[in-house]
């Protein structure tokens, strides 16, 4: 398992596009506009490979200066369960903190908080719809 940065545009960036559509936007009946995929020029977009195969991934927007913001983390259906979401956000963790970066902030899916939870991040608001399904905002201090 290699975890990396990825270059928006790159053929790893269009991995991530198709895995992030078919576990997170298909089974809602949702697809990507390319408005917003343009938005993610300036994202840190963070891979977790096997060989040349993306098999998770996860990235960071920035909200404020010392603030980010989790999105679109997506683990492929099989490996789920076996850490290697984990093990991303661990990478992602770093990777904000070494960039300065003192909070992160997610929009977590109502089915995922528990593993969120479990990694020290705490819900900070209610229960809300986002992209049809219900989230909760968690933060943690890194």
Do not use: W
Request: hydrophobic letters at 40%; aromatic letters at 8%; proline letters at 2%.
């Amino acid at each position: 398992m290699a975890l990396q940065i990825i270059d928006h545009g790159s053929k790893q960036y269009k991995q991530m596009v198709e895995l992030r559509n078919n576990i997170l936007r298909k089974p809602l009946g949702l697809i990507f506009t390319a408005e917003e995929l343009e938005k993610e020029k300036n994202d840190i977009l963070i891979g977790c490979f096997d060989d040349d195969k993306l098999e998770g991934c996860c990235m960071l927007t920035e909200i404020a200066p010392k603030l980010v913001r989790l999105r679109q983390m997506a683990v492929i259906s099989g490996l789920q369960g076996k850490g290697m979401g984990r093990a991303l956000m661990q990478f992602a963790e770093n990777v904000a903190s070494d960039l300065g970066y003192k909070k992160i902030t997610m929009h977590a899916r109502e089915t995922a908080v528990g593993f969120y939870e479990k990694l020290g991040y705490k819900i900070t608001g209610d229960r809300f719809l986002e992209v049809t399904i219900p989230h909760f905002t968690m933060e943690k201090d890194l």
